[in-house]
């Protein structure tokens, strides 16, 4: 269920060593492959949050390994606009990667301009289901469904029945991930007092790639009494873990398997599990359906039925906590079984 990240390197963004002949179209008439190689876009933080980006990262060196394809992988910049994304998918398109993805909602009016353009050139989209096109790929996840099973484990894990919430931005996307984990928490103790903070109005201000803005957060929480925080924040998310760390109370990380991210292994101690999402399993997944000549199109939904998102139990504090562990383990099925229908507002 988890994706491993592969501790990244100090590289750039350029196509990797084993390119092939760029092509416009998915596949010759022979069925093989026949395009230049897979095209990925980051979403705001880019590359190294050990999180949502990095995750995408996983499944695309993965896909890479597992076909022999090459690939191309762009950063984004400060203060972008919708036409910078456009041009940098237009780009990625023209040189003959597919599939070509964008990684986060924000790509959303880029991916539905561009993929009209190149009709034999695959394009996903991840976190945005509002793109119908024959050619583009919605994939989308239950994430209320893995913060569910976050605020369970919050709830059982807290001495004072005092836990938190950091959303990195306030959009109905993160309203999801605060929605699932305060009905986990409050179905393990009604009366739990959650604090809840969104870092910014929009992702133009940082909410997703400022870890000061989450370490201020986080102090504040900590201060008013929380001893458990789940932060959905993508690169801001490490200044949550920071703090939480440094004030020796529980952090429960989001996307990835935050607890082991090398580039948090001094924090790990405190992180109880993470709130996860495969969004690595979902970027190779489109590259699989490419590669085969039979590409994914419409909205593709993860969720804790098919391994889509889950709970990362790796740290072995956790599993030591059997009466935690217990409980999330049984909230899992509830939810699978449709004993429990996880709210998303």
């Not at 095209?39 to 597992?66: C, M, P, W």
């Not at 972008?80 to 070509?100: C, F, H, S, W």
């Not at 801001?236 to 082991?260: L, R």
Request: charged share 20%; hydrophobic share 40%; net charge negative.
């Amino acid at each position: 269920m988890a994706v491993a990240v592969i501790a990244l390197a100090a590289t750039g963004c350029g196509e990797s060593s084993t390119g092939s002949k760029a092509n416009d179209s998915a596949s010759s008439s022979s069925g093989k492959y026949s395009g230049k190689g897979i095209g990925l876009a980051y979403d705001i933080g880019g590359k190294g949050d050990q999180s949502f980006n990095d995750a995408a990262y996983a499944g695309f060196q993965k896909a890479e390994k597992e076909f022999g394809i090459s690939g191309r992988d762009v950063e984004p910049q400060d203060n972008e606009t919708d036409a910078d994304k456009i041009q940098r998918l237009t780009q990625l398109a023209q040189a003959g990667y597919n599939p070509v993805i964008g990684v986060g909602f924000v790509y959303g009016p880029a991916v539905k301009e561009v993929a009209a353009k190149f009709p034999n050139t695959t394009f996903g989209i991840i976190d945005d289901e509002s793109v119908q096109a024959k050619n583009v790929a919605d994939m989308v996840f239950h994430e209320e469904q893995a913060s569910y099973l976050a605020g369970v484990a919050a709830a059982k894990a807290s001495k004072k029945a005092h836990i938190g919430f950091i959303g990195g931005v306030d959009i109905p996307l993160i309203h999801k991930f605060e929605a699932g984990y305060v009905q986990g928490a409050k179905s393990v103790n009604p009366s739990i007092k959650v604090e809840s903070q969104y870092l910014t109005e929009t992702p133009q201000e940082g909410g997703f790639s400022s870890p000061d803005k989450g370490k201020d957060a986080a102090s504040g929480q900590i201060e008013a009494g929380a001893d458990v925080l789940y932060a959905a924040a993508g690169l801001s998310g490490q200044g949550v873990i920071s703090e939480g760390a440094a004030k020796k109370v529980w952090v429960i990380g989001v996307d990835s398997d935050q607890y082991n991210q090398s580039a948090l292994a001094t924090y790990k101690d405190f992180i109880l599990g993470s709130a996860l999402k495969n969004v690595g399993g979902a970027v190779y997944d489109l590259v699989k359906s490419v590669h085969e000549g039979k590409p994914l199109s419409g909205v593709v939904r993860g969720s804790l039925s098919n391994d889509g998102v889950g709970f990362a139990d790796s740290n072995p504090k956790y599993k030591a906590m059997t009466d935690v562990v217990a409980a999330v383990d049984k909230a899992k099925q509830d939810i699978i079984d449709g004993k429990v229908t996880v709210n998303t507002k």
